[in-house]
């Protein structure tokens, strides 16, 4: 059954591109990339990453850092917010200070009443960043513990960055954190949309932040996923990923929307659990996170213009949604990925490109899939190579999870 469409209010991306939604537009037309060799010290492989510069930076004001550079520290958190401080919840601080964001929660929050806003966020890392640090320290100093500086409930905790943002943006409405791998951020819009329609909120808060820490690093190059240099999805002889972080917050209404606002048209969810890591072959789960989206939106396949691919770089995944994809569309359909940009920025991932998506609308842009030269020959899908201007009315964001969360985002003007 069809959904209403909910108005996207206010967005708001930070990622390797740049801070706030001016500078990855800016970087998405002219085909400037974000991804940088590691220099994580205790990342001891060859890789490239997409950082967000400045996170463990030194100390600043709170207002200067509203208006640093993309390449100036961030201060880190203080007063009420001090047990917060780590590099997941700096980066969320970072994000909500961009595009009036905050300000624009805030005017929803004296509208509708602070308890009537929800918060549905996504994440993987949390502060695991954090956490390895105290372990560090653990061992280097024969410490007899990890010491009082390991805050579970503020940093390690997926609930933290929850815990943080409500604070930070002091909201009394329902909180939840999803943590289904790389459908993170995506799955938060779905379960955003479902407590509006519900009655539970009157507006929502919905986003995903995930940041790079050694953990996720080596267990995806232990899995033999990690690529060397720069991922090329879709590309021949593709060989892995590379991981990035970002954060994506959005703010989201079903009050009468402003003609012309782009909306949350339509969602599809999905678990195919084929396996713990590795996709269905055949992307069963991924078609049918797509039907349910374009059903919920009441579309055809064909009146969908643009599809921002999960497109990871691995040659299971790609190959997997390249059947899915093909098969529902076409072999034509208008795709490309943007993690050859930002990277897979994980949890963040969903909402960092759904954001992008409404930016691409906004606009009137289709990103080129960055890095990737020769499409991969045993592909049935050709993505999009060069960033081109594109009137596009509606864009279809996908985002694919470790053991077969799928979920599909359908955006378009209300």
Known sequence: MPIQPASVVARTVTSALGR?????????????????????????????????????GLRLDTHAARECSDAAPVAPLTGSLADFDCRNNRLAQLALAQDDFDAQVQAAIEHHGPARIGLFL???????????????????????DLGPDLRFDTTLSNFSLAAFVRRRLGLRGPAMVIATACSSGAKAFAAAHRSLSAGVCDAAVVGAVDTLCAT?????????????????????????????????????????????????????????????????????????????ALRSADMRPDQVDYISLHGTGTQANDQS??????????????????????????????????????????????????????????????????????????????????????????????
């Open 321 to 414: 949604e390249d059947h899915a994809v093909a098969q529902l569309f076409g072999n034509g359909a208008v795709v490309g990925s943007i993690k050859g940009w930002t990277g897979h920025t994980l949890g963040a991932s969903g909402a960092v490109e759904a954001v992008l998506s409404m930016l691409c609308l906004e606009h009137g842009l289709v990103p080129g899939t960055l890095n990737t030269t020769t499409v991969d020959p045993d592909l049935m899908l050709h993505p999009q190579l060069q960033t081109e201007a594109k009137p596009i009315r509606h864009v279809l964001s996908n985002a694919f999870g470790f053991g077969g969360n799928n979920c599909s985002l359908l955006f378009g003007r209300c």
């Open 122 to 144: 996504g994440t993987s890392t949390a502060g695991i960043r954090h956490s390895e640090h105290c372990y560090r320290l653990h061992f280097e100093r024969g410490t007899p």
């Open 216 to 292: 996720t690093l080596m267990g995806f190059n232990s899995l033999g996923l990690l690529a060397e240099h720069p991922c090329t999805p879709w590309g021949a002889g593709r060989t892995g990923i590379s991981i990035g972080e970002a954060a994506g917050f959005a703010l989201l209404s079903l009050a009468p929307p402003v003609s012309g606002r782009i909306g949350l048209l339509g969602y599809g969810e999905s678990s195919d659990a084929h396996h713990i890591t590795a996709p269905h072959p055949t992307g069963a789960g991924a078609k049918l996170a797509m039907e349910a």
């Open 20 to 56: 706030g939604c001016a500078a990855n537009v800016d970087a998405l037309w002219t085909m400037r990339p974000g991804l940088t060799p590691c220099t994580l010290d205790d990342v001891p492989v060859p890789t490239w990453v997409g950082a967000v510069a400045g996170l463990d």
